[in-house]
């Protein structure tokens, strides 16, 4: 068994190295091809905001240096002052984006973390103003496949100000049915609605990436941001593969063993990870993966190389790999499977699932962006 342990990890070793390099890599030609986009591409915007409102959670630090930010960069565009809305338990910002619409705002800032950048685009889906992103949480999930500089706020408020707007799809997930052996009484469990579509603008998936959601320590992503999502995934290595039956659109249900299906809107991760590389904000579907491990750490190392590679748009199709992620699009999705497990939108824990549905709406909000 000794040769056994020390072949694992020479695996990790590799793999970690692979996703390092792969990473650096892969930024630099996403960096290159974006600046080659806004070369091209860039037209002034005739939708340029005057009024401006912005919904921040006054729980993420450095909100009042913020708002003095924000004030600062509207009086040197000659704007009206912004509106300023706190989020709270009761309206974690739904309500005070409706709020800001009706009071004439061109243009409503989410100022927060991922939960509160889906409320105010829940708020905005289907309407004529845009949402405006201030990335100020631990994953900042739709800020980076934006593009939007996620640790500059000076100039995040000017891609709302000075940036464009652009329409772009989004994802809506229904729990159908929650697993038998969740406690709706626990007050720490989410609510059991089996009517409510979950918007969701990144990433949604049902498996091991919702056990890592659910299981990160709130303390510990204060301080080592989304690497304490990482962290709590360890314990779920060893987990039991799910058995899932998938239908996507109209087609005949597809059988398979994995450790998490995910429904992506887009696909670039924290820690620059791109996990979907094929997906795209506006192209009107939605982009499934298949993830599975199996064979212990040899598989999870393989995996992560799987996913290293694919960032830089290399694949492999042999099929008795241990570690995989197969790739497939669709409009609608229905998945299901025995026994249950976490459910996630975004990075927000819905709770355990047997079953979810998931559909794109395309086009249906507007976004400031560089």
């Not at 697993?179 to 091991?208: K, Y």
């Not at 820690?271 to 212990?296: C, H, K, Q, S």
Request: glycine share 12%.
């Amino acid at each position: 068994m000794e040769w056994q342990v020390w072949l694992g990890v020479a695996a990790i070793v590799i793999a970690v190295t692979a996703l390092g390099v792969a990473l650096r890599i892969s930024a630099r030609v996403a960096m290159m091809r974006r600046r080659l986009g806004r070369a091209t591409e860039r037209e002034p915007d005739e939708d340029a905001p005057r009024r401006v409102a912005v919904v921040l959670n006054p729980s993420k630090s450095g909100i009042t240096g913020l708002r003095n930010r924000v004030r600062a960069a509207c009086l040197e565009r000659g704007l009206p002052p912004p509106a300023f809305y706190e989020t709270t338990v009761e309206d974690p910002g739904q309500g005070h984006t409706r709020r800001a619409v009706e009071e004439g705002a061109d243009v409503v800032v989410a100022a927060g973390g991922d939960g509160t950048v889906r409320a105010v685009a829940e708020a905005l889906v289907g309407g004529e103003v845009p949402m405006g992103v201030i990335p100020v949480g631990t994953g900042n999930l739709l800020a980076r496949n934006l593009d939007l500089p996620v640790t500059d706020v000076e100039r995040a408020i000017a891609v709302v100000l000075d940036g464009r707007t652009r329409a772009i799809d989004v994802g809506w997930l229904r729990v159908a049915e929650f697993a038998p052996d969740d406690d709706p009484s626990d007050p720490a469990e989410p609510p059991h609605d089996t009517g409510t579509e979950h918007i969701f603008l990144v990433i949604a998936g049902l498996g091991f990436d919702a056990a890592m959601v659910a299981g990160a320590d709130p303390v510990l992503k204060r301080r080592v941001g989304w690497m304490a999502y990482f962290l709590a995934g360890l314990p779920h290595l060893r987990g039991r593969r799910l058995k899932a039956r998938m239908w996507l659109d109209d087609g005949p249900p597809a059988d398979a063993r994995l450790r998490s299906v995910m429904i992506g809107n887009c696909g670039m991760l924290p820690g620059g990870i791109t996990l979907l590389p094929d997906a795209v904000l506006d192209d009107g579907v939605l982009d499934v993966a298949a993830v599975d491990a199996r064979g212990g750490v040899l598989g999870w190392a393989q995996l992560t190389v799987e996913v290293a590679m694919q960032g830089l748009g290399v694949r492999s199709d042999l099929p008795e790999k241990l570690g995989r992620i197969d790739h497939a699009t669709c409009r609608r999705a229905r998945v299901r499977v025995s026994g249950g497990d976490e459910v996630q939108v975004d990075g927000d824990p819905l709770g355990r699932a047997v079953e979810v549905s998931a559909r794109v709406d395309p086009a249906a909000l507007r976004v400031r962006a560089p």
